[in-house]
């Protein structure tokens, strides 16, 4: 897993499309009306029967300011105490949800996100996760990956010294960029210093992990000015970096309306910003995981790459299987065996949901078994850059070429092109191809003829 990536200028103009990153598969995207609360019940108590692992995730929506480029759910306000009547929903949902699961289903997996979880106070911060605690089997010897989301701006060493006591060991800290007219560009304001401070709160208190979100593609961004905001991020020496792609839609997240088209680089700034990005994380000692995701060598990340057990889900890499995904909040998803689910994404809907006893799922889908055989297709994809035609054949019971027929021609295309080396036994990404994986990965999507590219925008 320690082949170089291999930038080619002419590979990534042809295959970056607009498509999902395959967090997850189905997308989103393709989940439908119809769901109902019974639906997910079932799936939780097959669950339960099962004795499977379990993953959360909690969706804290409130911000305090809005930045323009968020394609969050969130709701802008500066009165904390309207997080109260979300709270108390938010208890709901977990009492009704934990009451079809078995006390011996460990949650191995814990995420908070937002918005910004830390726009809660110390006190409710606290009563949340004891309220986990209450609902859930969570573990007490740090062993679990128990993350969560931090805005800088929004925290203090006393919040980091909470978030430590109440069982977090890995954080995530959302920077962007550094550069002050960026972040005057997109109406987040934060200075190199805040940044340090809560790095340095994680590092004393013994966090596992601490991850930077940066975002290429802002308004006002150069090639230039985003290299001095990598280099000063490199020089915090973060265990995870992540680089995501600035999608500008809109149309769907009108925030973004306050951002001038003319201030977005162009096409091939915003990949000459990438690539340089990509050579000086590799040169800093990171190693590429995939899709935007760097980790220094002795990270779980890259430890997991090398020995082959690397997972993608809906919050990204992962050392290990996820298990049972619950979403607990606003938008939330869950993937709960093969029900898949999200929740409304309207706060009033939703609390209204869980005020009447009734779990507030939306849209969702009951995944097919070419579902399951083409999801594990794009996991292997994904994780490690090869995939063996007969482990396919042996656990589905097919024949791999007869399958997968109709992609046939396109993989050859992707072979003569340089992206991936295709044999009678499998397919092999090439350096060149790594930065496009997500394309290798559309090749094998069932969904992709009903993709609407209006939802996405260019994976690079």
């Given at each position: ?199 340095d709160a994680a590092r004393a208190l013994a966090f596992r992990s601490v991850n930077i979100d940066l975002i290429y593609g802002l308004p006002r961004q150069t090639p ?141 889908l009951k995944c097919s078994a070419d579902d399951r055989l083409r999801r594990v297709v794009i996991n292997e994809l994904l994780c490690r850059y090869q995939l063996r ?72």
């Open positions: 897993m320690s082949d170089p990536v291999r930038w080619d200028a002419g590979l990534i103009r042809r295959y970056d499309k607009a498509g999902p990153r395959y967090t997850a598969y189905p997308s989103p995207a393709q989940y439908a009306d119809g769901v109902v609360p019974a639906d997910l019940v079932t799936a939780l108590q097959e669950s339960r029967v099962a004795g499977r692992p379990l993953s959360l995730y909690v969706h804290i929506p409130f911000c305090a300011n809005v930045c323009y480029y968020c394609a969050c759910t969130k709701i802008i306000t500066k009165d904390r105490s309207r997080a109260q009547p979300y709270l108390q929903a938010l208890e709901r949902e977990i009492e009704l949800t934990s009451h079809h699961l078995s006390r011996a289903q460990r949650v191995e997996r814990l995420h908070i996100g937002g918005g910004t979880p830390t726009f809660l106070g110390h006190d409710d911060l606290r009563r949340l996760v004891d309220r986990l605690r209450d609902a859930f089997t969570l573990h007490e010897d740090d062993t679990a990956d128990y993350s969560i989301e931090i805005d800088p701006r929004e925290a203090d060493w006393p919040t980091i010294g909470l978030l430590r006591e109440l069982g977090f060991n890995r954080v995530s800290f959302g920077v962007q960029d550094l550069d002050p007219e960026v972040q005057r560009a997109i109406n987040r304001l934060q200075s190199l210093e805040q940044t340090q401070a809560v790095m230039d000015s985003f290299a001095r905001t990598l280099a000063s991020v490199i020089e915090m020496n973060p265990d995870r970096l992540t680089l995501y792609s600035y999608a500008h839609l809109p149309d769907l997240f009108l925030p973004q309306r306050k951002i001038s088209l003319a201030e977005l680089p162009d096409s091939d700034s915003r990949l000459e910003i990438y690539r340089s990005s990509f050579a000086q994380l590799l040169a800093a000692g990171y190693r590429h995981i995939g899709m935007g995701q760097f980790a220094l060598p002795d990270d779980s990340l890259g430890n997991a790459q090398e020995i082959g057990t690397l997972a993608r889900g809906l919050q990204g890499y992962i050392s290990g299987e996820e298990g049972d995904l619950i979403g607990l909040g606003v938008s939330a998803i869950s993937q709960v065996g093969d029900f898949h689910c999200r929740n409304t994404g309207d706060i009033k809907l939703y609390q209204q949901s869980l005020e009447q006893n009734r779990l507030a799922l939306h849209r969702g035609f007969a482990d396919i054949e042996q656990r589905f019971g097919i024949d791999f070429a007869i399958y997968f027929a109709d992609c046939l021609g396109m993989l050859e295309q992707l072979h003569r092109d340089g992206v991936i080396h295709l044999s009678v036994t499998g397919i092999e990404v090439l350096p060149a191809g790594r930065p496009l994986i997500a394309s290798v990965c559309r090749m094998f999507d069932a969904y992709q003829h009903v993709v609407d590219r209006g939802r996405y925008a260019q994976i690079l």
